[in-house]
């Protein structure tokens, strides 16, 4: 068979021909040879599919998080973190007047441990709702971000722990007890330095708890002990989110931390302004209801609220003026909502949920704390929505609450008001841009040099 080609020529509209003059015998062969081209076609189409499958899913294999009963020990050699290498760059390390770009590029990765740590105790109810309950809901907010939450450890800024300790309540009192507290955390700690290698490359200085409880990180629900007991060792370098804070020395705020709100549900205070609004009507002029001791006890050589509530009870309990209520209510947010001032008072430690639920439903909190540290500063302009009575002038307070009303109160609702101020102490399920959890992550992006400056002289 003979078979004669022409070169190609292109045509007056475009397209190219290619002609074959083939022996009339060799049709046959023609049609054979196009078979086999077409099967090599559908070959190489086949092969593709099956390697794009593979690499395809190879990628999801390797994004998901690792259970700590498949994890292997990584030698330290073959560590190249995010951290480590952009610690060298000294331009990377300066901030920049805001943290917009270094908060979106922050990643964080969240240890897959045993339920026995955490979502075991979420068969309560309760867990995920009580006042200490921030501990579950970061881990939530956390877990459902794909702009923050990286499953590639190597490529993390920081590691969280997700330890609840506030979750097992006594039966006794309904209370949370977190005398279990401190061993939970420790047998966390010894899996996570057993299994990976970046707890021990930091000493655990990129490594982020929760303590949302009365003294945070000291682990007790009184003071003097709390104190006496001091925070454990093995948390010393680490980064802790608690509830407790002051602005003087004190034992259980030793340590890198970040002043966090109590947990108070968003979709509680969106079904009570519902019913009634922010700018409502106000018909109670200074609210109060909780724990009033008439005859405070001493316990472990201290009174409960340093007899400040049963000084409020005692002056203003006659007060027409005064709402006090000394019995729970579970409908109490629609009285919230309903004043003008409310007070929050220390219990044991100086925070309380209400400085949250007031400022989320528009009453004036009236904070008697002295010392307190409160939360999220930067975003919350607390001497400008909220009024500080010393816990010397509690007997003053009518007096103090008059000047107010009849000056700026006015002036302090307006900025009490502003949806960004309530925002920023609510938790929600997913980080929404300002939340408490986003300002979570604008403290941690502030803390970055300070990680990766001790992980770069640990590592030396």
């Known amino acids: 068979m003979v078979e004669f080609k022409r070169p190609l020529i292109k045509n007056n509209r ?42 395809f899913s190879s990628y ?12 292997e020990y990584f030698s330290k050699s073959t560590i190249v973190s995010r951290v480590l290498f952009e610690s060298t760059n000294s331009t990377f390390l300066q901030h920049p007047k805001n943290n917009q770009g270094l908060l ?13 740590y955490n979502t075991k105790w979420l068969a309560n109810e309760r867990c995920s709702n009580h006042l200490f309950a921030s501990e579950v809901a970061i881990h939530r907010a956390l877990s459902n971000s794909d702009d923050v939450r990286t499953f590639d450890p190597y490529e993390a800024d920081f590691f969280f722990v997700p330890v609840y300790v506030s979750c097992n309540f006594s039966t006794v009192n309904g209370f949370p007890a977190i005398g279990h507290a401190r061993s939970l955390l420790s047998s966390a700690i010894n899996l996570i330095s057993t299994n990976f290698p970046f707890w021990n490359r930091s000493q655990g200085a990129d490594h982020v708890f929760v303590a949302s409880h009365d003294f945070g990180s000291c ?11 001091g925070i454990p060792k093995f948390l010393k ?8 804070g002051v602005k003087y020395d004190h034992p259980c705020q030793d340590v890198e931390n970040v002043v966090i709100p109590p947990y108070v549900s968003p979709e509680s ?21 909780g724990k009033m001791e008439v005859h405070p006890k001493n316990v472990s050589g201290r009174f409960y609220s340093k007899k400040v509530r049963t000084e409020i009870w005692r002056k203003f309990n006659a007060d027409r003026r005064f709402y006090l209520q000394r019995h729970r209510f579970a409908g109490y947010q629609s009285e919230i909502v309903r004043s003008v001032f409310c007070l929050c008072p220390l219990g044991w430690a100086p925070w309380s949920p209400r400085l949250v639920e007031s400022v989320a439903l528009g009453c004036v909190p009236v904070i008697i704390a002295d010392g307190i540290q409160l939360p999220f500063p930067t975003a919350v302009p607390w001497p400008e929505i909220s009024l500080t009575v010393a816990e010397k ?23 009490l008001w502003d949806p960004a101020v309530t925002r920023a102490l ?25 990680s990766r400056r001790t992980v770069r002289i640990l590592e030396q």
Request: no cysteine.
């Open 14 to 55: 475009g397209f190219y021909v290619k002609m074959k003059l083939v022996h009339r015998h060799g049709r046959l062969q023609a049609q054979q040879e196009k078979s086999s081209n077409l099967f090599f076609k559908y070959y190489k189409w086949l092969l593709w599919v099956s390697l794009s499958l593979y690499f």
């Open 393 to 415: 002038d509690v007997a003053k307070l009518g007096r103090i609450l008059e000047h107010v009303a009849a000056s700026n109160l006015s002036i302090i609702q307006k900025n």
């Open 60 to 71: 999801f294999i390797t994004h998901k998080p690792i259970p700590m009963y498949k994890t």
């Open 104 to 116: 979106k590029d922050l990643k964080i990765y969240i240890y897959e441990l045993p339920p026995k």
């Open 269 to 289: 205070v969106r079904l009570t302004l519902q019913k009634a609004p922010l700018n409502g009507r106000r018909d109670i002029w200074v609210f109060f209801r």
């Open 426 to 450: 609510l938790f929600n399920n997913e980080i929404k841009e300002g939340d408490a959890t986003w300002q979570v992550l604008d403290a941690l992006a502030q803390k970055l040099d300070r």
């Open 237 to 244: 370098n680490s980064i802790i989110l608690q509830t407790f």
């Open 219 to 229: 682990f007790h629900t009184l003071e003097g002990r709390a104190m006496e007991d």
